[in-house]
C-alpha cells in the first residue's frame, strides 16, 4: 500500500516458524573481556527460530559467491558451532576477529552497546544477503532473508483538525524502540504509543485541502508485523543520561491486534522467546546477560559460558532491555 512491488523476491517458502530440530539449549559463550554484549545478541540470534532453521540449512553459504567477509556465513558457522557442539561453552571467534567489518565503532576490549551491536548484526547479515545480487531493484532488495523475518511497517496518520483531511506515510523497521520513563508495563507504552497526539507548532502541518497552515493531530500504528517483533525498552535516561532501573511488566503472550492500523480481526499473537538484560548502575557500565527459550521449549538464562535451567516467572520478572517476540 503505497509502496512498489519488488521485481523479485527472495522466496518466502524457505522461512520456518518452528524449530526444525529439537535439541538442548546451544552452548554458552567465552567472555574474552567486556565482550558481553556481543554474547547476549549472538544467543538471542542463535535461538530464533526462523533464522536458526534458515543457516542450519546451509542455504545461504552454499550459493554465496562473496569474497573475504561475509556475515551470513559467520553467522551460519556460529549458529552450527553453538547448537551442535558437546562442549559447555564456545568461543565466538569469527565474530571477534571480524568486528569491524560489523561495526566500524566497535573497539574489542571496550564495553559496548548490544543493542547497537544487534541493530549492526542485522544490518551486516542484510548486506550479506545482496552481495551477489547487485542488479536488484530497491524494493527486492528489502526482501532478503533478515528483513522477511525482522522487518516491520510503521504508519504514521496526520489527520488536520481543521477539515479531518488526512495524509498517510509509511516507514519501515527492524527493531522498534520505546520510551518508559512513564511506563509501569509494555501494554501502557503501547498504547500511549497508537493515542492520537496534537502536533505542536513546530510541526506545522500543511493541509493538502485546506491549503494552508493547521492544526493537526498524528496516529502511529503498527501496519505491518514482523516474524519477530524486537523492542528495546530505552534504559537510558534522554536527558540527563542516567540510567531508567525501574521494572517495566511484559507478557509472554502479546497480542497486537489493537495497536495495528487495522483493529478489526482475528487475535495477532506474539511469544516471547528471548530477553536481554542491563545490570549495572548506569549504562556505560555493568554487564549484559540473556534469557532464551531453547528448541525443547524450556527457558534459560544465558550468562557468559553458563547456562541454566530457570522457569517463565523467573523470565518475566526481570529488568528487561531487549525483548524479542515471534509471531
Known amino acids: 500500500e503505497g509502496m512498489a512491488l519488488p ?7 524457505k522461512i520456518c516458524m518452528d524449530w526444525q530440530q529439537r535439541q538442548r539449549p546451544g552452548a554458552g559463550l567465552f567472555n574474552l573481556g567486556n565482550t558481553c554484549y556481543i554474547n547476549v545478541i549472538l544467543q538471542c540470534l542463535t535461538h530464533t527460530p526462523p533464522l536458526a532453521n534458515y543457516l542450519l540449512s546451509h542455504q545461504h553459504s552454499q550459493s554465496c559467491q562473496q569474497q573475504g567477509f561475509c556475515m551470513m556465513c559467520t553467522m551460519e558457522a556460529h549458529v552450527r558451532k553453538v547448537l551442535c557442539s558437546s562442549a559447555s561453552a564456545v568461543l565466538p571467534g569469527a565474530v571477534l576477529r ?19 551491536f544487534l541493530r549492526c548484526t542485522l544490518s551486516a547479515m542484510h548486506r550479506a544477503c545482496q552481495s551477489t545480487r547487485c542488479d536488484l531493484d530497491v524494493s527486492s532488495q528489502e526482501t532478503t532473508i533478515i528483513h522477511q523475518i525482522f522487518r516491520g511497517l510503521m504508519k504514521s496518520r496526520v489527520t488536520c483538525l481543521s477539515c479531518q483531511a488526512v495524509a498517510d506515510s509509511y516507514k519501515a523497521f527492524l527493531d522498534v524502540s520505546l520510551d518508559i520513563r512513564a511506563a509501569s508495563s509494555l501494554i501502557t507504552v503501547l498504547e500511549d504509543c497508537v493515542t492520537p497526539k496534537q502536533l505542536d507548532q513546530k510541526e506545522c502541518f500543511r493541509c493538502s485541502k485546506c491549503k494552508k497552515k493547521a492544526a493537526a493531530s498524528k496516529k502511529v ?27 517495566v511488566e511484559y507478557p509472554e503472550y502479546l ?34 546477560l540473556c534469557y532464551t527459550k531453547a528448541s525443547n521449549g524450556l ?6 559460558e553458563s547456562v541454566d535451567n530457570c522457569d517463565i516467572h523467573t523470565v518475566l520478572g526481570q529488568q528487561a532491555y531487549l525483548l524479542f517476540y515471534a509471531r
Not at 500504528?221 to 521494572?247: N, Y
Open 7 to 13: 521485481q523479485r523476491i527472495f522466496p518466502p517458502e
Open 98 to 116: 571480524d568486528l569491524k567489518f560489523i561495526g566500524k565503532e566497535f573497539e574489542y576490549g571496550r564495553q559496548e552497546n548490544a543493542y547497537e
Open 221 to 247: 500504528t503498527v501496519h505491518h508485523v514482523p516474524r519477530v517483533l524486537t523492542l528495546c525498552l530505552e534504559r537510558a535516561d534522554q536527558w540527563t543520561g542516567t540510567k531508567i532501573s525501574k521494572f
Open 255 to 288: 497480542d497486537l491486534r489493537p495497536y495495528m492500523s487495522d483493529t478489526a480481526g482475528e487475535p495477532l499473537l506474539c511469544s516471547l522467546y528471548a530477553i536481554v538484560v542491563h545490570s549495572g548502575d548506569t549504562c556505560l557500565e555493568g554487564h549484559f
Open 299 to 304: 527457558w534459560y538464562k544465558m550468562d557468559d
